[in-house]
RNA sequence: GCGCUCGUAGCUCAGCUGGAUAGAGCAGGGGACUUCUAAUCCCCGGGUCGCAGGUUCGAAUCCUGCCGGGCGCACCA
């Protein structure tokens, strides 16, 4: 029995109560389900009669007491009481309870998959860095975030496109280009232009490549060095993120947004439509219809287009590949785009609410206290690559996905490196190993799971405890896609991680010594086997391993 | 000035689409390994949930105002 099934138990009960007259109320179709704090208050409790009392016209307890009589004839429920006000507290059976662990090992790496969000076709686009430079914290951010709520989504149906927007035309690559061709001609930096190793690094596998490009004339040689550097740059970015186990389906060009005439395509559209105006000799969208503190120039008064137009059709784009739902992902920096953004979708005539933008607070690296700051290449930021370095990708990934993105991080790079329980990414690892570890001195002891258990044996109070966690599973994974924060699988894990370990201290899972295989080892074993198995299902969504040993 | 966001234990943070006595880890103190991984577990102390109103059976959670921190407010990209 888990909480859904309760929750149709409790629906079936109140329905029940309603045909035979003794309620007179709209049953809802979510009922809640919690689990109190205090085990006095039973193994679920539901408000739904405080929910229902005012609508009824009748006390809280009189609908109390009319679910909780037909409640009590439920499979699996053992009592049900009335506390307080009119909570209905429920008891479930233990073998009620203890079935649960079956029900993981069958559904295995589908347990916690379900259909929340199928039929709808999301577009994900997150970290689109600029090919100038290294990737950096905050990018780390999404690329771990970003690609965690893509499995997480995912794992509820979404059929979800993983999307990197490549920013390579404008004049941020012409200081780049500007830079390299400095640095291979040993000239300082440009002003406006980008610092750091990276750009000799860049400029003399150019050079190697193209060793007469540095001595050509400006045009030409800048030319040589935006298109070979910017490959370089993508390349490695690619790679970064490869290795940070985050690969994209898509990487979009918005150069290829201008010279196949999609940006003047969007543009005449919004003009034929109305969706723009023209003003002072430029072309502005009604931006401000959408929350946004003024309207934003689309085409400039000499005549070329303002980055949002490539923004327009970026958008257009999407959406002719068929996508229900645009989320970006953005920096705490871009928060002014989210009305752009959504402006954006309306002028089209969509709705806007088919466009979400998820804003990220900045990540800040730090070491007992003090602020990591420089990095190795990239000269003012800590990249993407000086974070594996110091963490790993396992521990760099969690950290980035355990917080909410709303709260500014600071990740202290000695907690994440600790193999003690204060780094929570081994402390959930360990429990996975350890379970691991049990299972092959079962299998030692030729100790099978067999075709079934008695779930009755499972009857201690962290057994219950576990199983109930267990059971509480999908709806983290459900929520998580929902409201689009993979942090919640995280946070689980670790309630996870803890309950297991609890039961493993108090209870002995495999004979000692010489004695004999139990029934309970075996439905102990069962739990092991599905508690392994919730552990695995969490850190593949989280794109984090699950070691056999540690 | 306007907008977004955050403010919960000494520290780092959960909880926020309203539910019972507000949680976890760390830090501090004290315990538990002859047999399944002690990278673990147990116990102790620790709080005006920024402040003030409001909504209601019930508010850390929703609304309003204020205070404090972060980030933004281009015919740049």
Known sequence: MNPAQLADEVRAALTAAVADGALSVAVPDE????????????????????????????????IAQALAERLRAAPGVAAVEIAGPGFVNIRLETAAIGALARDVVIAGEKYGSASTLSGIAVNLEFVSANPTGPLHLGHARWAAVGDALGRVMRAQGAAVTNEYYFNDAGVQIDRFAMSLLAAARNQPVPEDGYGG????????????????AAGLPDDEALRTFRTEGVQLMFDEIKSTLHTFRTDFDVYFHEDSLHSSGAVTTAVNKLKDSGSLYEKDGAWWLRSTEYGDDKDRVVIKSDGNPAYIAGDLAYFLDKRSRGFSLCIYMLGADHHGYIARLKAAAAAFGDDPDTVEVLIGQMVNLVRGGEPVRMSKRAGTVVTLDDLVDALGVDAARYALIRYSVDTTLDLDIDVWTRQTNDNPVFYVQYAH?????????????????????DPALLDTAQEAELLALLAGYPQVVAAAAELREPHRVARYLEDLASGYHKFYDAVRILP???????????????????????????????????????
């Open 512 to 550: 000692m010594g010489d004695e004999p295989a139990t029934d309970a080892t075996v439905a102990r074993l069962w739990l092991c086997r599905a508690t392994r198995q919730v552990l695995a299902n969490g850190l593949a969504l989280l794109g984090v391993t699950a070691p056999e040993r540690m």
């Open 433 to 453: 190993a350890r379970l691991a570890s049990l299972e092959r001195h079962a299998a030692d002891l030729h100790i099978e799971l067999g075709d079934d258990y």
């Open 31 to 62: 009922i809640t389900i919690d689990r109190p704090r205090s085990r006095e208050h039973g193994d679920y409790a539901t408000p739904v009669a405080l929910q229902l009392a005012k609508q009824a016209g009748v006390p809280p307890r009189t």
């Open 197 to 212: 190793a990276y750009i000799a690094e860049i400029a003399q596998r150019v050079v190697q490549d193209h060793p007469e």
